[in-house]
């Protein structure tokens, strides 16, 4: 996105639309339009004339599963019009992914092999409809993450589901549902049945208060502002831990941990900030994954790469919420500083990373501030414990990884 490109719009009322508010995108210059909630509940009110004259009998369920399935192809390698005017091939999408949000194209390469395993697997197993029944009538709301756009599963799920869904995009990354939005628009997917409003997080409590059914990703602040709508699904921190069994040797422990630790750039919920670890082996192990971290370039191209960080002083702030969540006794074994600038002469003119991080804490407290911390770069906390206060640990992590068979 350049300075003579135009706001990257909202969509709704079946059509794209441009807006007085706006939001400065990271990276390069570029805007997004906002949609306050008075315009929202508006949008509402001309929704509900259109959807009872609707026939979702001609919308069947396997035609939905077929459109998902050649809005995905089209996602991931074809070339969609946002707003009317911006053409956007794979090259421009992972460009736009890189310079805005930070994630490198291997990433959104195998995010989007995530998601199209996930029309033909997740969507028959979390409650669609077979071929012989018919969606219901709700208006649905997913609010995304900037985290990861493998979430957009969840907008998958929701219009196969239901009569329409309205996407809520990551101020700090909206492209790749802009994206989806105009894949599915390209296949023939009912334009009515589609919304993009990106909006204030103030307004994401108004946006739940107009539709049907909600789900909505984001931390513990946001999932307690929207709690209380009968038919709403929080997906909060996933504060995923690692159960390293005694007798394990520490070679194979890391090579078990470095992609749990490190894979998708530290940003998924299942990736794990806890390593459990019994006391006598702990230290060593810490040591030896920390030196594992350390050895992770910023290049990427690499095996496991980093995101960089576009907003200003996300990277400082993102390292320095690590650092002081430390106790007395804690210590810091990562070796390099906890950022890095990387100076390039593409669109961003430099990369700033948050470079990964590992802590060996004094206490098994499952409370510690460190245990189960969400970053969106590498981190983990390797706690030297007992059996019981293993136990604990898990008993609050939403992905506990026990070796050989991964997250359970």
């Given at each position: 996105m350049t300075a003579r490109t135009a706001v990257l719009p909202a969509f709704r009322r079946a059509t794209w639309h441009s807006s007085a508010d706006t939001i400065r995108l990271p990276g390069p210059p570029g805007e997004l339009a906002l949609v306050p909630e008075v315009v929202a509940a508006a949008d509402r009110r001309w929704w509900e004339t259109l959807a009872p004259a609707s026939d979702d009998a001609e919308f069947r369920p396997v035609d939905r599963r077929r459109l998902l399935a050649e809005a995905l192809d089209l996602f991931a390698d074809g070339t969609v019009t946002i707003g009317g005017s911006l053409v956007q091939g794979p090259a421009e999408f992972r460009a736009a992914m890189w310079t805005t949000a930070g994630v490198p194209?291997?990433?959104?390469?195998?995010?989007?092999?995530?998601?199209?395993?996930?029309?033909?697997?997740?969507?028959?197993?979390?409650?669609?409809?077979?071929?012989?029944?018919?969606?219901?009538?709700?208006?649905?709301?997913?609010?995304?993450?900037?985290?990861?756009?493998?979430?957009?599963?969840?907008?998958?799920?929701?219009?196969?589901?239901?009569?329409?869904?309205?996407?809520?995009?990551?101020?700090?990354?909206?492209?790749?549902?802009?994206?989806?939005?105009?894949?599915?628009?390209?296949?023939?997917?009912?334009?009515?049945?589609?919304?993009?409003?990106?909006?204030?997080?103030?307004?994401?409590?108004?946006?739940?208060?107009?539709?049907?059914?909600?789900?909505?990703?984001?931390?513990?602040?946001?999932?307690?502002?929207?709690?209380?709508?009968?038919?709403?699904?929080?997906?909060?921190?996933?504060?995923?831990?690692?159960?390293?069994?005694?007798?394990?040797?520490?070679?194979?422990?890391?090579?078990?941990?470095?992609?749990?630790?490190?894979?998708?750039?530290?940003?998924?919920?299942?990736?794990?900030?806890?390593?459990?670890?019994?006391?006598?082996?702990?230290?060593?192990?810490?040591t030896a994954l920390a030196e594992a971290l350390d050895a992770l370039p910023t290049d990427p191209h690499a095996r496991w790469p980093l995101t960089a960080c576009r907003a200003p002083g996300e990277a400082e702030r993102a390292a320095w919420g690590v650092r002081e969540r430390l106790r007395p006794g804690d210590r810091l074994l990562t070796r390099r500083p906890p950022t890095a600038r990387i100076d390039t002469t593409g669109a961003t003119g430099s990369d700033v990373y948050a470079l990964p991080a590992l802590a060996l804490l004094a206490s098994d407290d499952p409370g510690h501030p460190l245990v189960g911390h969400e970053v969106p770069f590498p981190f983990a906390a390797v706690v030297p414990t007992s059996p019981a206060g293993a136990e604990a640990i898990a008993a609050g992590s939403l992905f506990v990884h026990r070796p050989p068979e991964g997250p359970a």
């Open positions: 194209a291997a990433l959104v390469d195998r995010w989007c092999g995530l998601l199209r395993e996930a029309v033909p697997e997740a969507l028959p197993g979390a409650g669609i409809p077979d071929d012989d029944g018919v969606p219901d009538g709700a208006l649905s709301l997913v609010s995304l993450p900037g985290n990861t756009f493998s979430c957009l599963e969840s907008v998958l799920s929701e219009a196969a589901r239901s009569a329409a869904v309205w996407v809520r995009p990551s101020r700090r990354e909206p492209w790749s549902a802009a994206r989806l939005v105009a894949a599915l628009l390209a296949v023939g997917w009912p334009a009515w049945r589609l919304g993009l409003y990106p909006s204030e997080r103030r307004t994401l409590r108004g946006l739940v208060r107009l539709t049907d059914r909600q789900i909505v990703y984001g931390g513990e602040g946001l999932a307690a502002s929207v709690r209380g709508a009968p038919r709403l699904t929080v997906h909060g921190p996933g504060r995923g831990c690692a159960l390293v069994p005694p007798g394990m040797g520490t070679p194979e422990a890391v090579a078990w941990l470095l992609p749990l630790v490190a894979g998708d750039g530290g940003r998924f919920c299942a990736n794990v900030r806890t390593v459990v670890c019994p006391g006598p082996g702990a230290e060593a192990l810490a």
